[in-house]
């Protein structure tokens, strides 16, 4: 039931500071593929192959032209991801025909950000400690096709993430074009995984055990639904429908934080458990805040339980051990949206408890005497079929 009365709305601050820039997204380390190890000769003389080693010829092009001009003139993530993705349709094209031809070929990859020597899956830059220098040194590769597969899935992934992390969000366009990358990375990172990909080694290669490439798929899935969650907001869906998405994107980070936290084996960067962390303390406090404007709304019965939840998403999500410690070692821009949601909630705060001692009288409940909040009883994104992944992109 609606309150006869109408609710106080949160005054606005003196110099109110305006909302902070979307949050940054996280993007993980890809492969840059190298040229064949070892004698191509035979190869060039099949029939089928060469068409396989010219698109590949493409992709060493663009992570050689990389290396050379560094990092501010790198190519475009839309012409990497496009010849990564002409490259997976003729090795799908190859495994379809079955021939064991591709034998003949030893591919070889690169860690991204580690020197143009060092090879995947070397002592160097191996996640495992049981590679040999002198296979190091002779440059570590593998003639399958279903290995390749796999790299070739989680390249393309990375430079989907890396897309998604550039797109300005402060529009509708940016953010749909941010939440469908992002379900493409997750989609070809599902791909790549042993489920995905049948029976491929890729035990000596970094980042690519079935472990690591479930933790970068939910990383990716939880970014891509804050998108959906941005997006809800900026399309001024009802609070009560935020708040559930805010629930589920702090659920999400929340699982998030835990799987990389598991990666004890891999070269994990130790700002990323913290930033799902502060991101995961983020939306509690935003999914209380958006729950309490919503009671607040249905008015007379409902104050008392608002009032709890903003003074929760205080006391115990931004200002608790955990997330407070989080957010302290986030990057900048966690920060400063932190900071403007502490605002907000306090700025609610006030106008809740002051409709309170003038108009309601309700009793505050205790914080631990609330329910849980809900998040979503079905998935709002989910991994893009790898067959759509490596189609030429409709955005």
Known sequence: ?????????????DGAVPAPMP????????????????????AERDADLPSLMLARAHVVA?????????????????VTAGELRNYLRHIYASEMKGASRHQLLRFAWRDAGW????????????????SSSSSAAAGQGHT????????????LAAELARAAAEEDRRGADGIRR??????????????????????AETSGLCHMTDECLAAFERLMLAQALECYFELAVAGGKPPAVCAKIARQVSLDYQQVSIA???LHQQPIDKSWAPHAQAKSAYFRAEACLLRARALRDEGAGCVGEAIARLRYATSAVLDGSVGKAAIKKSAQP??????WLRREVEAELAAAEKDNCQVFFERVPAADALPALPGLSEPLVRPTAVEKVVSDPDY
Do not use: I
């Open 260 to 262: 990389l936290d598991s």
């Open 62 to 78: 663009l992570a050689a032209s990389d290396s050379a001009a560094g990092k501010k003139q790198q190519a475009s993530t839309t």
């Open 178 to 199: 941010a939440c469908r990358a992002l379900a493409d990375a997750a989609g070809a990172l599902s791909a790549a995984t042993s489920k995905g990909r049948g029976a």
């Open 23 to 42: 949050m940054p997204m996280l993007t993980f380390p890809g492969k840059k593929a190298l040229p064949f190890a070892g004698d191509t000769s035979a």
């Open 115 to 130: 020197p143009p020597g060092a090879v995947s899956g070397s002592k160097k830059t191996s996640c495992s400690s049981s």
């Open 1 to 13: 039931m609606h309150s006869l009365f109408r609710r106080g709305k949160a005054p606005a601050a």
């Open 144 to 155: 399958s096709l279903a290995t390749e597969h796999a790299v070739a899935l989680f390249a």
């Open 334 to 339: 966690v920060r400063d949206a932190a900071a």
